[in-house]
């Protein structure tokens, strides 16, 4: 059994319609600017009443009943780190309890990205494994644990995730167990990346999450009411190597409510499931010790990509509708601008707006899968989670733009004429601009100078008459290329460091 433990940070719902956006703030209030804390923390604490903090206490006491027995309690959790940082600001008593089931040594963590984001499906891999390894790393400071199985944001798949996941040294990677990427197969057994050999595929068991995570309290189910000894009687009857529970953790007391009989359910499942011989409980790391791979998994990016998310089990929970694609394309083109600002409180704020679940609240779809996007939405449909923001998020980035002075193109560095004398590296702010100047080739820097292109693009692209005239004034004739880059280095930092203080220099 595993758990997905996430909460968002949610945009303000009234962010457009309270005449919020383009105020002047200091940066430590712009994460309270776009961000509702108020709702943050009233969902949070509701969530840990009903759900973590009695869900986990019952968790402890079984696991600790158990100890001496033939057969112990394991289960896993996935923990998003915006969740903990919900845990650190909202609920040290829920952190806590996290804490001492990780002291049991019966309990595994999962790795998956710091902000629950899309990142993995993004054209460059760097932001996913930056997100990834931060992660890792908070994991490893709260929780004394190092994952060594990872589980992408809503069990996102493709092949291309896969050779990251596997680039990041992880041993394995669940997604869902859905008949697109399994054909007549079972999920119940172990399977290889496409062209990852070393690379393990864990599959969820959907139709068995599902009788927990939606049908246990639906009295319309044919099976209603769903029973500890019921369910342990159907994994005992299920052929395979392993069979993959994997619920939102809200589920057992936020989703299904304790009234419903779902922490019973809970507290006795482990207790059937060791008194059956064919059946014993385990960790994603136990799976991968015990069983060899018996096929591989093929999923071609671009439509291939799955998840669990709704009947489709694709990208369009996120990506099905013009809205979303507005929003997600926005963020993702930002991403140069604000890792040029070199600013930590903007590289989060940005990461922050990458949280799927705001692109979830957008989705426009009809039937069960519009329900269950209701349910879960702070907004009240989806054109106000679209506004809210999109608005928001319009603010963040016309802030990043004059902090960072943004030009209107870039400027890309070329050792010679043509696209195979490009560098790789290109600036989009005059901060861009000071940090590549540092890590252009000479070549290129001699080659820029000859031409005028520093000058032109000041003059063109960034709209600052007063830079490009001190560029403009910079000695070339007979100088050698280091001494050329340092000069022209400190003319733009000095010029930067003006337009810091006064912003109004680059009128005259």
């Not at 840990?48 to 100890?67: A, F, G, M, T």
């Not at 991968?288 to 009947?311: C, F, R, Y």
């Not at 394309?329 to 989060?348: A, F, H, M, P």
């Not at 449909?381 to 943004?406: G, I, S, Y």
């Amino acid at each position: 059994m595993i758990f997905e433990v996430h909460q968002p940070f949610r945009i303000r719902g009234d962010f457009f319609w309270g005449r919020r956006a383009f105020r002047k703030l200091s940066a430590g209030e712009l994460l309270d600017h776009y961000f509702d804390n108020d709702v943050n923390r009233e969902i949070f604490q509701r969530a840990s009443r009903k759900c973590y903090l009695p869900s986990n206490k019952i968790l402890l006491d079984i696991i600790d009943s158990h100890k001496r027995g033939k057969k112990q309690v394991k289960v896993s959790f996935s923990l998003s780190g915006v969740f903990l940082e919900q845990c650190e600001k909202y609920g040290r008593d829920v952190l806590n309890s996290f804490k001492q089931l990780a002291e049991t040594g019966n309990v595994e963590f999962l790795g998956q990205t710091y902000y629950h984001s899309l990142s993995s499906l993004y054209p460059r891999g760097a932001e996913f494994t930056q997100q990834v390894e931060t992660h890792r790393e908070l994991v490893k400071e709260l929780l004394g644990f190092r994952p060594l199985v990872f589980e992408n944001t809503e069990l996102l798949y493709n092949n291309n995730v896969a050779s990251r996941v596997e680039e990041l040294g992880f041993e394995a990677i669940c997604t869902e167990g859905t008949e697109k990427i399994l054909g007549t197969r079972s999920p119940n057994y172990l399977y290889t990346a496409k062209g990852n050999s070393k690379l393990k595929v864990i599959l969820r068991n959907y139709k068995l999450t599902d009788d927990i995570g939606f049908r246990f309290s639906a009295k319309w189910w044919s099976e209603f009411p769903l029973t500890a000894d019921k369910y342990a009687q159907w994994l005992e009857a299920t052929p395979g190597q392993y069979i993959c529970i994997f619920p939102d953790y809200e589920t057992f007391g936020e989703h299904h409510w304790p009234e419903t009989g779902i922490h019973e359910f809970l507290k006795h499942l482990p207790e059937e499931i060791s008194n059956r011989e064919n059946l014993a409980m385990a960790t994603p790391s136990e799976i991968l010790s015990k069983h060899s791979p018996t096929g591989e998994i093929d999923v071609p990016e671009g439509t291939g990509t799955v998840s669990w998310a709704d009947i489709e089990r694709t990208t369009s929970s996120w990506l099905g509708n013009a809205l979303q694609w507005a929003y997600y394309t926005g963020v993702l083109n930002l991403e140069d601008l604000v890792k040029e600002s070199r600013n930590e409180g903007l590289l989060k704020l940005w990461r922050c707006f990458q949280i799927s679940d705001h692109l979830y609240y957008m989705f426009t779809g009809s039937g069960g899968p519009g329900q269950v996007h209701s349910y879960f939405s702070p907004y009240k449909d989806p054109m106000d989670a679209f506004v809210a923001a999109q608005t928001a998020f319009f603010d963040f980035e016309e802030k990043v733009r004059k902090l960072t002075f943004a030009a209107n193109e870039g400027f890309r560095f070329y050792n010679a004429e043509g696209e195979e004398g490009f560098t790789g590296l290109t600036a989009y702010s005059l901060m861009g601009l000071a940090d590549k100047l540092l890590k252009a080739p000479s070549e290129s820097i001699s080659f820029h100078i000859t031409r005028g292109d520093f000058v032109a693009w000041a003059e063109h692209s960034l709209r600052d008459p007063a830079l490009a005239a001190k560029i403009k004034r910079i000695k070339t004739k007979r100088v050698e290329t280091e001494k050329l880059r340092k000069n022209l280095h400190g003319v733009v930092s000095r010029h930067l460091t003006l337009n810091k203080e006064n912003p109004r220099i680059r009128s005259k």
